[in-house]
């Protein structure tokens, strides 16, 4: 019997997806199923839905943490504002913390990390799987592929990692979503092989609820049919999506709001989380329906001409944001700074990139793929086919679901015994990553450790001390491209403490390794490891907070 689970670990969303294999030879295309989530709508309603909304309400005076639906429903009303939480996976890595405060007692709070808080997510997905699958719980947290933006750091993929092991899984693999929502792609009902080439290229535009990534891979078939994908180009980290265009439209509807009443700093901190809160959600919700009735007008211009929205809600104390009314022409002004092909952190900014690292014009790639949640706003569908012209651009079929469904046929594929001719399996995967990695040195200089396009999984850099009498010297590590070191990223790093023989001019032999997940491991040559950044060992997992809170409890 072969379980294999894929994870979408979402910004807006999670999803997983599993496929059941009694034989080798098993299709896994016949079982491969996105399973129910199981959350509250409201306490007392328990459902099962494919998405699991990314967000957490707490409890901390009952020890108690709700995932997806009902949280969501709590943030949108804006109570208990500041017991809430959404969209933690863009602050995944960093030294982000969400301090809860006790609805009901002073000066009590609860501190978590993001890690801890997506840990949360899938400890939800897991109760599932065994209420799903529960003759094969023994076996469903033996392992699972995990999906991250392939333009992750090293920190953000440990974090990733740890938060799926606390979450109850033994291990874990990551897989870039790009790449996920590709393998779904090429093995769904509506993709079109006959026209390719033994060599393509293929563009996948990935763009959910916080985050934007380009990937261009090359796809070749070998002479058995597998797929050989190399990513020849990867975008830049780009912190990009949904919640940007519900935030630009919140912030529309709070300028009209303050046209009439006090501004919001007047408010307590409570109530401006509140208002914030209250306004992002309808922002969305009104961003939804605006899209829809776009999109059902297709190209009749005078059908979209008429289509407007009504704007009334109450934002707070009986106070009300309304005579607004939305159509395509202000939301096209409004979101100008997303959508025009000229703007350095716009839509079409990461395609452009990552054309220019692969060496490619557009007209060199083959096919156009949109997933992730934002793949069907009206603004995004059109900054694309605006750029590629007669480039055929295709949607994968859910892209709610895609990149976990891909997930799984990877997680299937990795078992070398599993074979099936109806699959397009993916050989092999280029180890490229989205920026290079640095070395900050004790004089401030930045010095490339591994650069982003690696031909190599492992290497020697050595490290020159530049000071007498040194005791400690540092070592912080650095993710990014071009020569503006102020947009670097800072990873994990710290004060390694020297030996006596280091003097001015020793060259220390610092050696790095980078595995399938793209995670570095680095340590001074015949020494222990000196990054920062590591999983977490059975004992910490065992004693982490997360362990003493219950999930969607009533």
């Not at 913390?97 to 609860?110: A, D, G, M, V, Y």
């Not at 001390?465 to 990873?491: A, C, E, K, M, R």
Request: negative net charge.
């Amino acid at each position: 019997m072969g379980f294999y689970v894929g994870i979408d670990l979402g910004t807006t969303n999670s999803t997983v997806s599993v496929i059941q294999t009694k034989n080798t030879d098993n299709s896994p295309l016949d079982t491969l199923t996105t399973c129910p989530i199981f959350q509250y709508k409201t306490i007392g309603e328990f459902i099962a839905d494919e998405c699991l909304p990314s967000a957490l309400n707490f409890d901390i005076d009952n020890r108690r943490v709700y995932t997806g639906l009902y949280a969501k429903n709590i943030y949108a009303s804006g109570e208990q504002s500041l017991q809430t939480a959404v969209s933690v996976k863009t602050r995944i890595g960093s030294d982000a913390r969400l301090e809860i405060p006790s609805r009901f007692r002073k000066n009590i709070t609860q501190i978590f990390d993001m890690k801890e808080c997506s840990a949360f997510f899938i400890r939800t997905i897991v109760d599932s799987l065994k209420k799903n699958f529960p003759k094969l719980a023994d076996i469903i947290t033996n392992e699972c592929v995990v999906t991250v933006p392939a333009a992750f750091n090293d920190d953000e993929r440990v974090a990733t990692q740890n938060a799926v092991l606390l979450g109850g899984f033994k291990s874990c693999k990551i897989l870039d979503e790009p790449t996920a929502a590709l393998l779904s792609y090429i093995n769904s009902d509506s993709y079109d092989d006959s026209a390719d080439d033994d060599t393509i290229y293929k563009l996948v535009y990935d763009i959910g609820g916080g985050t934007l990534d380009v990937s261009i891979a090359k796809l070749t078939t070998d002479f058995f049919g597998d797929y050989k994908v190399d990513i020849v180009a990867l975008s830049d980290r780009m912190n990009l999506g949904g919640d940007n265009f519900d935030r630009l439209l919140g912030a529309y509807f709070l300028k009209e709001f303050e046209n009439t009443n006090e501004p919001i700093q007047s408010y307590s901190k409570e109530k401006q989380a509140k208002i914030i809160a209250r306004i992002v959600s309808q922002a969305e919700d009104c961003k939804i329906k605006l899209n829809k009735l776009i999109l059902n007008c297709g190209n009749d211009q005078r059908k979209l001409d008429k289509v407007k929205l009504g704007v009334e809600f109450e934002l707070i104390d009986n106070m009300y944001v309304n005579g607004i009314v939305l159509n395509k022409k202000i939301l096209d002004e409004l979101f100008t700074c997303y959508t025009s092909p000229e703007e350095k952190f716009g839509l079409i900014a990461p395609i452009k990139t990552a054309l220019q690292r692969a060496n490619l014009k557009k007209e060199n790639i083959s096919e156009v793929i949109l997933t992730g949640g934002m793949a069907q706003f009206y603004a995004v569908n059109e900054a694309i086919h605006k750029f590629f012209n007669d480039i055929p651009i295709s949607t994968v079929e859910d892209t709610r679901i895609s990149v976990s469904r891909g997930a799984a046929l990877y997680h299937w594929s990795l078992d070398e015994d599993n074979d099936a001719d109806d699959v397009k399996k993916i050989s092999t995967i280029s180890n490229r990553l989205a920026a290079n990695i640095y070395i900050r040195n004790s004089e401030g200089n930045f010095e490339l450790l591994v650069p982003y396009d690696l031909s190599e999984t492992k290497g020697t850099f050595n490290y020159i001390i530049s000071d007498d009498n040194v005791t400690y010297f540092p070592f912080y590590l650095y993710s990014g491209n071009g020569d503006i070191t102020t947009t670097y990223t800072q990873l994990a790093g710290r004060m390694i403490k020297a030996k006596p023989e280091y003097k001015r001019g020793s060259k220390i032999p610092i050696d790095w390794e980078i595995d399938e997940n793209k995670v570095i491991t680095i340590k001074i040559q015949d020494d222990d490891n000196i990054k920062l950044s590591r999983l977490l060992t059975p004992a910490e997992i065992s004693n982490n907070v997360v362990n003493r809170y219950s999930i969607n409890r009533s």
